[in-house]
């Protein structure tokens, strides 16, 4: 499906916070923009990103104000009207880049946001006192996962998905709502999975031996088909519980015999008994099994006697 120039615009514009050029602010972005994307809890992800953003910026600014600073944060993220979960989530990414991050001052000396990373961290805590941090569901859920591999094109596209979140939750030891398997393991035995089937796919199915006839020239395909038919209308052939099959089986299976594909036998025999075709035309094999058994016939009578 064609994108429209907006879902374009947002996209380049997502690209941008982790394209910088600056590989420090690059890399924590790019996190932002993967963890948005896995927990799918905001509407946009650009939502996530343009707001740790212009915070990360209101911080540095307000450095030297550290408690009106963080209130003003505060306020913008109660004014932005997030829910519960995407609060706790910008809470969480911008104290994470808060405090991996040096800035330089005007004078090029080295600036650390330390007292600003306190006190947001006391935002964070009174987000929700009773339970520890982080308070919102954590990143690696198996059942969400599954969800969203539900949204992946191909099994390829899956099995790489699921190879970048397995190693991102053994980098980053998260934990799960799941208290049976562990949340890796749950990642290789899908991937063990889809490879299988990703085989059975590329594999042709073999549903039948191939067989070693084919026909010869002595016999077209049309006049295999008229025998066969003719056969089926004797009601020559039954299945095992002694009911008749229906044609098409019966062709399938001659045809399998000698590896031709007879699935447009309907269509052959329409054309051999149109008006075009003569009735001598059509009798000419069963003339020619005739005659070859009389002679056959005939050469036993005429054998001498022992």
Request: net charge neutral; proline share 3%.
């Amino acid at each position: 499906m064609k994108k429209s120039k907006k879902q374009v615009s947002d996209l380049e514009t997502i690209e941008s916070y982790f394209t910088s050029g600056n590989t420090h602010t690059d890399k924590y972005y790019f996190k932002i923009y993967k963890a948005a994307e896995r927990e799918q809890i905001f509407e946009s992800l650009l939502t996530p990103l343009w707001i740790i953003n212009k915070l990360s910026s209101d911080c540095y600014a307000g450095r030297k104000k550290p408690v009106q600073t963080v209130k003003q944060v505060k306020g913008f993220i109660e004014s932005e009207g997030l829910n519960y979960e995407q609060k706790c989530f910008v809470y969480d990414h911008l104290i994470k880049l808060i405090e991996d991050s040096t800035w330089t001052d005007e004078n090029g000396k080295e600036v650390h946001l330390d007292q600003i990373k306190e006190l947001l961290d006391n935002e964070f805590e009174s987000l929700a006192p009773e339970k520890a941090k982080p308070v919102y569901e954590p990143a690696f859920v198996w059942e969400k996962t599954k969800k969203y591999l539900e949204t992946l094109p191909d099994t390829k596209a899956k099995i790489r998905y699921l190879t970048e979140i397995k190693t991102d939750y053994q980098q980053n030891h998260g934990f799960e709502m799941d208290w049976g398997t562990p949340f890796d393991k749950q990642c290789e035995l899908e991937i063990k999975k889809l490879k299988a089937l990703a085989e059975l796919e590329s594999t042709p199915a073999q549903t039948k031996a191939v067989s070693k006839f084919t026909l010869s020239k002595a016999l077209s395909k049309i006049d295999y088909i008229r025998i066969i038919n003719a056969l089926y209308e004797l009601r020559c052939f039954q299945n095992k519980d002694e009911t008749y099959p229906n044609k098409i089986d019966v062709m399938t299976a001659f045809g399998n015999l000698i590896n031709i594909d007879l699935s447009d036998f309907s269509n052959n025999i329409n054309k051999a008994f149109n008006s075009n075709v003569s009735i001598e035309q059509n009798i000419e094999i069963f003339d020619k099994l005739q005659k070859k058994t009389k002679d056959l016939y005939l050469n036993n009578q005429n054998k001498p006697k022992k």
